[in-house]
Every structure is written in structure tokens, then in C-alpha cells.
């Protein structure tokens, strides 16, 4: 991060800190969030949160995750937090429009702004910036903030390194994607500051509804297609399947990675059928990238092995734009 000497001069006096999260907030939207939350409050500010749209009932659990302001609930408030703010974090997101109406409020303000992301081509709206894409998650970027930027380990405590870990777990999907070796040198740290790995995996994967159970059959057994030519794997949800399943918000989260079970599977789809839009959730393994792919076809982006996207034809036209897109890139997906 540059000028972190700047940013350190404006955060050792108190000020009334905003930090933002994306649309639909996951593990490491609410992880990063709250651990910068704890922490910013340790050094005496003011600290408030905001997302967009509510956050997943399966991480109900963490401490202060009800302090979350969300913008759907209750605009006003939000309209007024964003205007007392002094200084506005951007966690987890690389450019105002992933926060819908609240970057427009973002834009307005004098604040001062602090990005910290890992995804792909940032837009350039902060004054300062911690952006890296090779990061598993903006947890993991969060824990450099703290103990290298801001040279501070010793504020960290166990509820800002569960946060963190909470992150890290939900992005790499305990461990599986985008690990390094300063990934693992991290959670070793965040074991050492008295996380219960084994718990918090628990509280975060094994909490599912029955229901939960179900709509995962449902979708292997149901919806489910193999595009053996391409080593590509679809799954599809339509508007039907949210009523009978009564599907909320979190509910699909994951089902798209058990397409990459499967043998010689390398790219997996999961296009869903909302009232006013069609979300298109992709994955893949090694060095094929889902995120050209969804920033070039389907207005999204993301990381190389995990983005996504949304098209406004219906789900019979975007599944059949998503097969016609297949031959193009057939020889990088069978190599």
C-alpha cells in the first residue's frame, strides 16, 4: 500500500469510520468487515457497517454481525452514516457500482477512501489501495493491513482473527482454491491468536436447513447436464424451483462447486433464474479462466477460478448463449 505513513497520520486520531461491503455479502465481505470493524474500534473510532442486501443467515453466529446497517432495510440511516463519515473502507469490492446506490452516495462525499480487495482490474476511486489479485481472499488481506501496513499485531485478538479465518475458510473453501504458502503461514497465525479451526468450520459449513439438503439433491439428480466434449458441467434453477423450495439468500452457496467432482470436469455453471435478472455463477480448476469469460459475455467478473455474472434474457436463452460460447474455448478446456 502506498502512503501508508499518510494513512497511519489520519487513523491515530479518532474518526467516524464506514466500511462497505458488496451486494449479497459472503463469508469474506462480512468476515473482512467485521474483523476491520474490531480492530478500528480497539484504536478508538467510531466504526460503522454498511452492505447493500442482507448478509447469510448461515454466519448468524459471528459476534456484532447484527450492528450491520443494511441499505435495503433502511436507507435513510445509511444515507446519513455516509455522510458523517470521515473515512470510507471499500472491503471486498474493486469499484463503486458493486455496492449499487450506496457507491453514488460513496462518490458524493469528501471522505476519505481506503480500498482493500483482491479482485482483478480495481477501479481507481480510493486515495489509498491495497489491491491484490494473487490473495485468497480480502481476509487475507486484512490480516496484512493490520500486523505489516499499520504494524500493529498486538491489537489482534481472537474475535478479529476468527473473522479473518472466517474469510479465508469461505473463499478458498477450506483451503482448496487460491492457497499459497503465505495463506497457510497466515491461518497458522490466526491458530496461534486462539481460533478453533475445527469449530469455526463447523459453524460455517455444517449448518445447513434441511431444505438446504433437498435443493442440492434436487439440483444433482434434476438439473444437472454434462457437457462431456467441453469437460463443462451445468446446473440450472428456475423461478419455480425458488418457490418450492422457498430459497433464500445463502441457500445455494457452494452447490456449483460440486460440479467440479466430477472426473475431467473443468468448468462449472450455475444459472439461476431470479425475478428480474438471470445470475450465472461460474468456477473451474488449474490455469482456465471463468473470469474472462464473465466479464467479456455476461457483465460480471471476478477471480481466474471463481466469478460471476448475470444476463437479462430469460434462462432458456442464457444457458443456450452459454453452450454457443463452448467451441471457442473447447481447446483450453480439454488440454
Known sequence: MKN??????????????????????????????????????????????????EYPDFLDWMPNIDEIVVY????ERVQDLVNAAEVIFALDYNDLDRIDKVGDMVKKTDAVKVMIDHHLQPADFADFMLSEPSASSTCELVYEFITQHMDDKANIDRK????????????????????????????????????????????????????????????LHNRMEILEEYNTGIITLTKDDYADFDISRGDTEGIVNYLLKIRNIKMAAFI???????????????????????QKHFRGGGHRNASGGA????????????????????AELTA
Do not use: W
Not at 464506514?18 to 480492530?39: E, F
Not at 478508538?44 to 454498511?50: C, E, K, P
Not at 435495503?72 to 436507507?75: P, S
Open 4 to 53: 501508508i505513513s499518510a494513512l497511519r497520520t489520519i487513523l491515530a486520531i479518532p474518526k467516524t469510520i464506514v466500511l462497505t461491503s458488496h451486494r449479497n455479502p459472503d463469508g469474506d465481505a462480512v468476515g473482512s468487515s467485521l474483523a476491520m470493524c474490531h480492530y478500528l474500534k480497539k484504536l478508538g473510532h467510531t466504526v460503522h457497517i454498511i452492505v447493500p442486501s
Open 72 to 75: 435495503d432495510l433502511d436507507k
Open 160 to 219: 478479529i482473527a476468527e473473522a479473518i479465518m472466517t474469510g479465508i475458510l469461505t473463499d478458498t473453501n477450506s483451503f482448496k482454491y487460491s492457497t499459497s504458502p503465505k495463506l497457510f503461514r497466515t491461518a497458522a497465525d490466526l491458530v496461534e491468536f486462539g481460533v478453533d479451526d475445527y469449530l469455526l468450520q463447523d459453524l460455517i459449513f455444517n449448518s445447513l436447513k434441511q431444505k438446504n439438503l433437498r435443493l442440492l439433491g434436487h439440483c
Open 272 to 294: 439461476m433464474e431470479q425475478p428480474t435478472i438471470v445470475k450465472i455463477s461460474l468456477r473451474s480448476k488449474g490455469d482456465f479462466s471463468v473470469q474472462k469469460i464473465a
Open 311 to 330: 444476463s437479462f434474457q430469460s434462462l432458456r436463452s442464457t444457458v443456450r448463449r452459454f453452450k454457443e460460447l463452448l467451441p471457442a474455448y473447447k
